[in-house]
Nanobody
């Protein structure tokens, strides 16, 4: 089944958003997860990762501002985004890490105004 992202929206620079991604419990238990984002005309890129044991990594642009977490019981992965800038404007997706092409969902749009 596809993953379902939510929580995006329009926010002013400096604001915060919390994204959610619902999967199945089996999927969450088996795979490391990640958040990705895509800007029109560019390839999808990695933002943050979290292993099944909760170990996290971040890209340089996300580190210190974003926090990835997972709740296996709720089969949900979160991305808390703080201090947002217009450069964070993108469609955000979650997937396994490495991603499984058949699992891509619709994503959730994040728009940061200056």
């Amino acid at each position: 089944a596809q993953l379902v992202e939510s929580g995006g929206g329009l926010v002013q620079a400096g604001g915060s958003l919390r994204l959610s991604c619902v999967a199945s419990r089996d999927f969450m238990a088996r795979y490391n997860m990640a958040w990705y984002r895509q800007v029109p005309g560019k390839q999808r890129s990695l933002v943050a990762t979290i292993t099944t044991r909760g170990f996290t990594t971040y890209t340089s642009s996300a580190k210190g501002r974003f926090t990835i977490s997972r709740d296996t019981g709720k089969a949900t992965v979160y991305l808390q985004m703080n201090s947002l800038t217009p450069e964070d404007t993108a469609v955000y997706y979650c997937n396994a890490n490495p991603p499984q092409p058949v699992r891509w969902g619709q994503g959730t749009q994040v728009t940061v105004s200056s």
